[in-house]
C-alpha cells in the first residue's frame, strides 16, 4: 500500500509541475510521461530514481523510475524534489524535447552531455523555489536543500576516489556522515562514481554553469530580462538538444547579442 501511494503521490507532484512550468518554459514535449517502480530484479543495485527516455518514433512515453525496494530509504520531504529532477521540468523536458527536434542528424537528438543535461536536472530543482512549489511545504524544501548538499558532496567523494585515492570504504563514510542518506543508497552511489570517474562532479558543474549564463542574460538585458525574455532563454537552453557547455555559453552569448 504505501508503495501504491508512493507512486501515486509521484504522479500527482509531476502534473502539478507540468502546469507551472509552462509559465516560465515554453517548449513542452509531445511525450507523455508516466511514473513506475524500478523492477524488483534490479532495484538493490539501482539508484534511488532515474528517467529513462521515450521511443523516438514516439509509440513509448518517458518514465520517471522510482527505487521502492525499502519505503525507509523514500522520505515524503524529498519526493517533490526528485519527481523535479528525474520527470518535469528536469530529464523529461531535455531529453524528450532533444528528440522531438526536427531536422538534423540523429546523433544530436541522442548524444549525451553528462554536464549539460544532469546540469538542466540540477537547474530545475532550483527553478522549483521560483515556481512555488516549496513556499507551503518547508518539508520539501528541506529535502530540496538535502539534494543540494548530496550534490556538494558528490564532488568531493568524486575527486577523494579518483584523484586522492580513497578507499571504498572511506568514501562511503563521508557520504553517509555528510548527506544523511540511508546506507544501502549511499553504498550503491559510491560504486558508481568507482566505475565512472568525473560523473558525479558533472552535475554541480553543469547546474552553476545554466546559472551563470542566466546571470549573463539578466546583467545584459536589464529589465528586459522579464517572464518572456526568461521562457526564451529556456527555450534556447532546451531546444538545441545536449550540448557541450562551452557550445551553449556560444549559443547564449549570441542570444543576448541578437536581443540587445
Not at 138 to 162: C, K, N, S
Not at 220 to 228: M, N, S
Request: avoid cysteine.
Amino acid at each position: 500500500a504505501g508503495r501504491e501511494a508512493a507512486l501515486a503521490d509521484f504522479k500527482k507532484m509531476e502534473d502539478e509541475q507540468l502546469d507551472r512550468s509552462r509559465a516560465v518554459i515554453g517548449l513542452v514535449p509531445k511525450a507523455p510521461i508516466e511514473v513506475k517502480r524500478i523492477p524488483e530484479f534490479k532495484e538493490k543495485t539501482a539508484p534511488g530514481a532515474y528517467y529513462h527516455p521515450p521511443a523516438l518514433d514516439g509509440t513509448r512515453p518517458g518514465v520517471f523510475f522510482a527505487n521502492l525496494r525499502d519505503m525507509n530509504e523514500v522520505p515524503k520531504f524529498g519526493m517533490r524534489t526528485l519527481a523535479i529532477h528525474e520527470g518535469v521540468p528536469g530529464h523529461h523536458f531535455q531529453i524528450a524535447l532533444a528528440q522531438e527536434q526536427q531536422g538534423g542528424p540523429t546523433f544530436r537528438k541522442v548524444l549525451p552531455f553528462t554536464a549539460y543535461m544532469e546540469g538542466w536536472a540540477l537547474y530545475a530543482e532550483w527553478l522549483g523555489t521560483e515556481l512555488g512549489f516549496y513556499k507551503d511545504d518547508p518539508f520539501g524544501d528541506l529535502g530540496r536543500l538535502q539534494a543540494e548538499m548530496l550534490r556538494a558532496v558528490r564532488l568531493v567523494v568524486d575527486t577523494g576516489i579518483h584523484y586522492k585515492r580513497w578507499p571504498r570504504e572511506q568514501a562511503i563514510a563521508y557520504m553517509l556522515g555528510k548527506t544523511g542518506e540511508p546506507e544501502a543508497g549511499v553504498i550503491s552511489e559510491i560504486e558508481r562514481y568507482i566505475v565512472d570517474p568525473g560523473q558525479a562532479s558533472a552535475y554541480k558543474v553543469g547546474m552553476l554553469s545554466i546559472r551563470a549564463a542566466r546571470e549573463r542574460a539578466h546583467k545584459a538585458l536589464g529589465p528586459r530580462f522579464d517572464a518572456a525574455a526568461l521562457k526564451a532563454f529556456h527555450d534556447l537552453v532546451l531546444g538545441g538538444g545536449a550540448l557541450p557547455l562551452e557550445v551553449l555559453d556560444e549559443q547564449v552569448d549570441a542570444w543576448i547579442a541578437a536581443r540587445r
